[in-house]
């Protein structure tokens, strides 16, 4: 029968408990609905991500005997945190800019529409009309155009794609965006 010290109990209870709450967060992610989570799931990954950097932290503030490897991972571990923290707060200063710039072409669209009477067949008819260049969107590294498209007359969407696929659309009819995942 082998004879474990304190900390080695301690430290092994306290990776058990995050181990069972990381598991409890993920059974409760997958058996909510992903647009009931009120923190979205952005605020839901970083939890489950912060529950883990806890556990290292602690881990490395207790641990008694630290080798090269250990800390090689704990150097890993947080600036994987922290990239994944960059990329939260980066993907949101691209969503205003991208919601800004599109914001100027649905008021020249509408400016385009005051002067002629009718919305124009594509958005590079704009730069003809007071726009020097049509924006792109501000998401990625290699930024993407926005997506036009005239249904009627009177009648247009403009569209785009975010990260993870999610396309956010502008109904010309309703003046509403919407957002479809």
């Known amino acids: 029968m082998a004879v474990y010290s304190k900390a080695y109990r301690s430290k092994k209870r306290l990776l058990t408990f995050c181990g069972l709450y990381m598991a409890a967060m993920s059974l409760w992610l997958l058996h909510t609905s992903y647009g009931l989570i009120p923190f979205g799931m ?3 990954f970083l939890i489950l991500i912060s529950a883990v950097v806890v556990g290292v932290i602690l881990d490395l503030f207790h641990a008694t005997k630290k080798t090269f ?8 571990g947080l600036l994987t945190f922290l990239s994944i923290v960059c990329f939260f707060v980066f993907s949101k200063i691209q969503s205003h800019v991208t919601d800004y710039r599109a914001e100027e072409i649905i008021s020249e669209l509408e400016e385009y529409k005051a002067d002629k009477g009718y919305y124009p067949p594509d958005l590079e008819a704009l730069t003809s009309h007071n726009v020097y260049k049509v924006p792109p969107t501000a998401f990625g590294v290699l930024q993407q155009d926005f997506q036009y498209s005239l249904h009627k007359p009177a009648e247009y ?6 990260y993870f696929g999610v396309e956010h ?3 010309s009819e309703t003046g509403e965006w919407s957002v479809d995942d």
């Open 157 to 162: 969407q403009l569209n785009y794609y975010s």
């Open 42 to 44: 952005a605020g839901a």
């Open 69 to 76: 490897e250990s800390r090689w991972f704990y150097l890993v």
């Open 169 to 171: 659309t502008y109904h």
